[in-house]
């Protein structure tokens, strides 16, 4: 569809259409009699959407019906009309067309209206040609159709995705002089949107807006494609098109202000939500429960939850009450702060208030526990869950599952794997991530090479995250031929490895000795991508001071600050570990001084390694200023034995500790 709106022909009104069928071929692509004799051989049944005669929501409406068909005379059309719109409002189209048929084969003439009941009927069932062939029966006998009927094919066409075409019919109704109205271009405008073609609809809007005819754009039409261009992401685009309906007087609703808050709360354009929120509240258009829910879930997952819950009193100060999906958003927040216990307590007030917690809302809290460790709470609720007969879905279950992992219990993870199965629900592929990592730590890598075999040969595709776990797994017990074929494997699938892949390869390899392959790997990656991090580069700068290679990992650290990269706490300590254990003191003070300038806060690693170093290098009463610094911090008992212990192998006097003991 979209490669047909591109390279289409473009039309007067300034969006491309390809040539569908003119209006006077119409009733040759769609040959009335043919198509209308197979239409009085439909069979609702077929749309599974037909219900026996008896069901007990129209039995009165289709008994009216064949009442009035076996009256002598007949009574007058208008009054089957009534019964016929009766069920079109309830939906029952395939029962509307199957009196329709019975009342001609009784030879009772359809009026317009009859017809184009029908045409609304096939419409909503999909069947666009048989709606068409209705229009041809209409132009046989010569009845003067209104836009109410070319409306119900437009719409038609749209239902059905058939949008190009939709477009084709309305260009030939204008060349042939007929009157489209608001509904018309609205209909136009949403299936373009539906279809992801909300910059085509851009363009509709801009040719009713120059037309300056009778149809004007109006707040259901620019609601409409705000809509649609946030849903795909076009935010800016939403909020320029918001800024020029209201310049041009019209005045959004709270479909267009709920659209567009919602569009900006996905980006994370919260404060310009709130904006908006306050716009509503100052023109005086009602905000719904939706909006609130919409900001809440956005202000919580932005880390704002003073904000949500005074987000949330507000909208029950203002007399909205909070629906589950609310609740579950803010519960959501507070377990986003590891503030599960409060979490449970609005969960607790929600069974209070009435509300029954649906499996996301117990979902939220599991998952809360589970992030802290708190295996049992997060088991209690799992089995309050299935005891209130709501069935966990996979994501409770591997909440669940990565948590028992996480704890050292793997056999019980296993365990609840095979109920979860048992119950009918198959791993997918985030379960089997969690214990092929599992394996890989508790060093059962063959165990899990096993696993990841095993789920290719069930169908389940591996993720990047499954990979790079054994590739990790590989990396770490120095297996790099297979960790290589598994990168290989990635690229073949078109999988484009994660910053986390590159770093586990690049570890293996220092790990594996092959520090020069390392550093290769490591320019790959600036070229290829993704560029390496902080930790990358970290891992080769700890490879090469650890063999003997400082005056290389001056180089690579250089390289790595040129790069744009700001080198953290662990890289410097790393260089200064490796300069002192050069005997190369006075470059290691340069780095330290160097990273207070930076507002680096050196850790006990850090010290340790100095204080070992000036020791070694006799340049003692320095290290025993850098003893009481560490001291002031609060010495951790550990670093106390370690001096004690370094002085006396060292035969060095002690007694400048006692004032770090003091």
Partial sequence: MKRMLCHATTTRYGYGIPKFCSFLTLLLYFPSCAQFSRFHNFNPHSSGQFSSFCNAEHDSPVASFTRMLHMHPPPCVSEFNKVLSSLVKVKHYPTAISLCTEMELRGIIPCLFTLTILITCFCHLGRVAFAFSVLGKILKRGYPFDVVTLNALVKGLCVSGQVVKALDFHDELVAKGFRLNEV??????????????????IQMLRMIEAGGGVVKANVVMYSTVIDGLCREGLVNEACDLYSEMVVNKVSPNAFTYGSLIRGLCVVGRVNEALRLLDEMMQEEVCVSVYIFTVLIDALCKK?????????????????????????TALMGGYCLNNNVDEARKLFDVVVQWGFVPDVWTYNILINGYCKLK????????????????????????????????????????????????????????????????????????????????????????????????????CCKNQRMGEAMNLLKEMHLKNLVPHIVTYTSLVDGLCRSGRISHAWKFLNEMHDNGPPPDNITYSILLDALCKSQHLDQAILLFNQMIKRGLAPDVWSYTIMINGYCKSERIDEAMNLFKEMHLKSLVPDTVTYISLIDGLCKSGRLSYAWQLVNVMHDRGLPPDVINYLDAFCTSQHLESKCLVSAHC
């Fill in 303 to 327: 880390g704002m939850l003073l904000e949500a819950r005074y987000m949330f009193d507000e909208m029950i100060q203002r007399g909205h009450e909070p629906n589950i999906v609310t609740c």
């Fill in 374 to 473: 708190r295996l049992d709470d997060a088991v209690n609720l799992f089995d309050e869950m299935c005891h209130k007969n709501l069935v966990p879905n996979l994501v409770t279950y591997n909440s669940l599952i990565y948590c028992f992992c996480k704890s050292g219990r793997v056999s019980c993870a296993w365990k609840l794997a095979k109920t979860m199965y048992s119950r009918g629900l198959t791993p997918d592929i985030i379960t089997y991530s969690i214990f092929l990592d599992a394996l890989c730590k508790s060093q059962c890598l063959d165990q899990a090479i096993a696993l990841f075999n095993h789920l290719i040969e069930r169908g389940l595709a591996p993720d990047v995250w499954s990979y790079t776990i054994l590739i990790n797994g």
């Fill in 184 to 201: 018309t271009y609205g209909t136009l405008i949403n299936g373009l949107c539906e279809v992801g073609q909300s910059r085509v609809a």
